[in-house]
């Protein structure tokens, strides 16, 4: 039981325990940055793992000369991207079966129907948008799933989104990950990102509502 403890202590805290992996794991270390990234956004029972900390602290550490940014920039929008495809077809899997009651208040097929019409109008800015904010990353893909997105839509929008993710979180760090205001408000950072992503969709309802 204190062995299992300590396995999730490093897991819900592996931001605070990167440097110690880094020394006891060396090249391994980007495995398990990979396999964290790919549970995180692909499995809906894992979205306690660490996501937009773990590679803007990975990042950090690049700055350091520590780990490889390139290759981790690269393994880890291939986590990304991968994660969000599982995570899409699972959804597609069970939503038919799970969808299928029209008398329940939850599982009506109707339910399904208004999913499907959500994600082909906004699906594209809803997976990308996502990506950003922690437990939404990784529901997102799997109710896209649910809702049978056009598959050729999403795959652009996954690919878009995984490398912006990636790309923003980890080159922050490796920027400014080391200066100790940003390294402990990076949270505030990415509301400030969602913010900014989000103002268009808000000037385009307003305007709507004006008309």
């Keep these: ?3 299992l403890k300590q396995f999730f202590d490093v897991v819900i805290h592996l931001r605070e325990h990167i440097g110690e992996l880094i020394a006891y794991y060396g090249p391994h270390i980007y495995t398990i940055f990979f396999l964290v990234i790919f549970c995180e956004t692909g499995l809906v029972l894992t979205p306690f793992l660490p996501g937009d900390s773990l590679l803007f602290t990975a990042g950090a550490f690049a700055a350091l000369g520590q780990l490889n940014i390139w290759l981790m920039f690269g393994l880890l929008s291939v986590a990304a991207i991968l994660g969000d495809t ?3 077809w699972i959804g597609h899997y069970l ?3 799970v969808f299928q009651w029209e008398r329940s208040r939850f599982f009506n097929p109707a339910h399904l129907k208004r999913t499907h019409a959500f994600y082909e109008k906004y699906g594209a800015k809803t997976i ?4 950003f904010v922690p437990i939404v990353r990784t529901f997102a893909p799997f ?3 649910i809702g049978a997105m056009t598959y050729s839509k999403f795959i652009v929008y ?3 989104g995984g490398l912006a993710w990636v790309a923003i979180c980890l080159f922050a760090g490796y920027w400014f990950g080391n200066i100790p205001w940003v390294a402990k408000n990076f949270e505030v950072v990415i509301v400030g990102i969602i913010f900014v992503s989000v ?3 808000i000037f385009e309802y307003w305007r709507s509502r004006s008309e």
């Design 1 to 3: 039981m204190e062995l």
């Design 86 to 88: 599982v995570n899409y």
């Design 95 to 97: 939503g038919p079966k």
């Design 128 to 131: 990308i948008l996502a990506r």
């Design 143 to 145: 109710v896209a799933g």
């Design 158 to 160: 996954n690919i878009v």
């Design 199 to 201: 103002l268009p969709m």
